[in-house]
């Protein structure tokens, strides 16, 4: 008899009503692979954008998402022999050819071949899933798998946008959007580690205080008229270094405004729109930089995990719900009703 686990699916795209908690087949790892025993997983937009639609080809369905995973290897292929059955683990959910141009320079976010636990296969929202063995991650020892989950992606892409990519200096000053956001509330962390000083936005006064709470030094609500202005004027009139961007079309005209001459736009993610009008002059006038930032290196998100291990990075974790709340958990996104992560609980909670 094949033994089923519980798994929240969807057979085709839409609203949250096409999310389903059903039993499906537990997965059995190949000879490369690892079975992990889902603890928690963490949502993020993508969970949102690839149920409502994928914007770069087709994904397989039935599907279940959720590349944020922390759990316990409960079974192993007969080649993996790094790891073993009990070992708590969390994951790199990019999964690369290893073999084209990119792949051979470290340039492994941008292989053409790249794809994605939870978008290309089945992610961490079930009891079981299966993933490279290349792919895991030694859980931090200090963090319960809750916090583990709420820090791989967010931590990440955050870690590379500003350091990686923007190059963001001490001394510099960095603008933060969407405070309330995982990679936001990452970014505002990262940035005081690297000596900067932090400008965020959000859109309640709980919000700002939250966003001060993590380090951020100024903090203005999106929704006054003059925010912009009140971001320049806390650099003197100069404008910002850089200007951190996961919103998409919404903000990417004003986080322009906001920047000093020769600052460096970093953008990584479009969910308020891919397409806008820009003022091109603007661009050379002042000689700015827009700089794409694609997730994350399995070396940077080790880095990360380590410093949350060490207690320089803090999990910034909004609510945990269970696994049959998942279409309360789109919703507390699509509405942007956090701050920080909301993770499903799937398996049993525990303490580090």
Known sequence: MTRTMLAARFHEHGDRDVLRLEQAPIPQPSATEARI????????????????????????????????????????????????????????????????EFCRAGEITVCPKHRIIGEHMDGGLAEYLIAPAQNLIAKPNNLTHTEAAALPVVAGTAWHMLI????????????????????????????????????????????MDKARELGADHVVNYHDEDWVRQVIAFTGGRGVDVAQDLVGARTWADSLRTLARNGRLVVCGSHSGAQLDLAIPQ??????????ANGATYNEVCLALDLANQGVLRPVIDRVLPLTAIREGHRILEEHDHFGKVVMQVGPADKP
């Not at 993508?46 to 087709?58: E, H, N, Q, Y």
Request: glycine share 14%; with cysteine.
């Open 283 to 292: 661009i050379y006038h002042r000689q700015l930089r827009i700089l794409g």
């Open 164 to 207: 990686s990519v923007a190059e963001l200096k001490a001394g510099e000053t960095v603008f933060i959007p969407g405070a309330g956001g995982g990679v936001a509330s990452m970014g505002i962390q990262i940035a005081k580690h690297a000596g900067a000083k932090v400008i965020a936005s959000t859109s309640s006064a709980e919000k």
């Open 37 to 100: 025993r889902v603890h928690a997983c963490a949502l993020n937009w993508l969970d949102v954008g690839i149920r409502r639609g994928p914007k770069f080809g087709a994904v397989p369905l039935p599907l279940t998402t959720g590349v944020d995973v922390s759990g316990v290897i409960d079974a192993l292929g007969e080649r993996v022999d790094d790891w073993s059955a009990g070992d708590s683990v969390t994951l790199y959910s990019l999964v690369t050819c290893g073999e084209c």
